[in-house]
């Protein structure tokens, strides 16, 4: 169609014009290959977010179906985030952040090597998530891969497993991004828990200690050590943030802080609860944290 059909197209059926143009879309990608029979050892690239990467594994395992995963961590592509502040700047996976990933996810026994993507062979490549026209606003991160990949797993039970101590035994751990903040939610209330600590950047700290001045910041050395952290609080209440990918994926007792205008990450299974407006974020607190 001209440009004139398109426009005239649009105006006539707006819902017909949106299907016309994804099966366009849909026709210019290649489908990825589906299976490999007879590997034992199969090969993912992941260029996303680190939360993007722990929502993955589900695909990860059962696309690989009991043979060893190889995650090849593709560094320093661009991301485009809007006008919110987000820690690794305009890039969805830095060196650091994915040396920092590593040990966490090789202590996942599938897991068997985790390495920067320098062009080795591949058998998987995550990254058509990004390439496919849905809606990457809204649903579950973790099921988009089960779209492209026609896999499954059970969501509600835990795809990493982190031993559990009693290091914060008696604490409502916290993490908040500066991104995905749900109006009108304050974590003032929290004042009256005394035991409280933080997890996330500096300037993610700050922001939350106006609101709860007692609140003390917990530094982490890599993201196995905060999976520590987060399998070993009474509560973790997080954001749409890697740390609560984390938290989801272990399934602790964990509330989620869902923002309106981008809800594509869920809760599934047992111990998970999510909020988006005040009454109810201080009555779960409240409930799951006796």
């Not at 059909?5 to 059926?13: H, I, T």
């Not at 896999?151 to 559990?164: C, F, G, M, R, T």
């Amino acid at each position: 169609m001209n440009p004139i059909q398109k426009m005239l197209f649009k105006l006539r059926d707006p819902e017909e014009y949106k299907n016309h143009e994804f099966l366009r879309k849909i026709n210019q990608i290649p489908h990825p290959q589906l299976s490999f029979p007879g590997k034992e050892d199969l090969h993912f690239k992941h260029s996303g977010n680190a939360g993007d990467i722990i929502y993955a594994i589900p695909a990860m395992l059962g696309l690989a179906d009991g043979k060893n995963i190889h995650l090849h961590l593709n560094v320093n592509q661009f991301a485009s985030y809007g006008k919110k502040p987000h820690p690794l700047g305009n890039t969805m996976l830095d060196k650091k952040m994915a040396e920092q990933l590593q040990p966490l996810l090789i202590s996942h026994p599938s897991i068997k090597t985790c390495d920067i993507y320098t062009d080795q062979p591949i058998d998987f490549d995550l990254d058509l998530i990004r390439k496919y026209p849905f809606l990457l606003n809204r649903g579950n991160i973790a099921r988009w891969y089960f779209w492209v990949f026609a896999v499954n797993y059970d969501l509600s039970k835990a795809w990493l497993q982190i031993p559990n101590d009693s290091l914060l035994q008696d604490t409502i751990l916290v993490a908040r991004s500066q991104r995905y903040n749900a109006p009108g939610i304050d974590y003032s209330f929290l004042q009256h828990y005394p035991k409280l600590s933080f997890i996330g950047v500096p300037a993610e700290f700050e922001a939350m200690k106006k609101m709860v001045p007692h609140i003390q910041y917990l530094p982490v050395t890599d993201f196995y050590v905060m999976a520590k952290y987060i399998a070993s609080c009474k509560l973790f209440i997080g954001n749409q943030s890697f740390p609560f990918a984390v938290a989801e994926a272990l399934k602790v007792n964990r509330l989620l802080e869902i923002y309106f205008q981008t809800p594509n990450v869920s809760v599934a299974g047992a111990n998970g609860y999510d909020f988006c407006f005040q009454p109810q974020f201080e009555k779960l607190v409240k409930e799951r944290f006796m």
